[in-house]
């Protein structure tokens, strides 16, 4: 065996960075998804007030179903399936939902005296109240970490390449 195939075997410190990132990212996505599937009623009366969906049944379609698939997504990216396939999922979710909120936080602007920074609600993340460029700024970061997920050129520490290895056909016999 020679001296290369080793040192491409071996986790460097930008691997090891990835999977941080990817365990804080599924992480987040867990927390906020248990939050909302253990509280349904709660979590649809938040997606009433977004005003995005007049159809009941598409209402009740969403507001059940989307905090599952954050789990869902959240449990691929903490044991390492299919990454850039749950981070592109995230940043399809973040997108829309970054949009959403900066919108209603617009209208509540409008409608009232305050400055912009010192707008809360609870937006149905699953962390209760928040201060909306707090929450803007989260969103920023979590749809950079799920870029940087998709973007990522080598997963070495997910499960699938730590499951199926491929073994030298020297080694094979």
């Not at 602007?109 to 201060?131: M, T, W």
Request: overall charge positive; hydrophobic content about 55%.
């Amino acid at each position: 065996m020679n001296g290369t195939a080793t040192v491409s075997n071996k986790a460097g410190a930008s691997d090891v960075f990835a999977l941080l990132v990817r365990w804080l990212l599924g992480g987040m996505f867990l927390y906020m998804g248990l939050s909302k599937a253990l509280h349904p009623v709660e979590f649809l009366k938040l997606v009433r007030q977004y005003d995005l969906l007049h159809h009941h049944l598409l209402l009740n379609f969403v507001a059940s179903s989307l905090p599952w698939f954050e789990i869902f997504c959240g449990l691929l990216l903490v044991f390492g399936v299919a990454v850039r396939g749950a981070a592109t999922m995230l940043v399809a979710m973040l997108i829309p939902f970054s949009l959403a909120v900066l919108m209603r936080a617009l209208a509540i602007y409008d409608a009232g005296g305050l400055p912009f920074c010192a707008i809360k609600f609870d937006c149905g993340c699953g962390a209760g109240e928040v201060f909306i460029c707090r929450k803007l700024a989260e969103n920023v970061l979590l749809t950079a970490q799920a870029v940087m997920l998709i973007l990522w050129r080598n997963h070495r520490l997910c499960l699938h390449n730590l499951l199926f290895r491929s073994v030298p056909v020297s080694a094979r016999g």
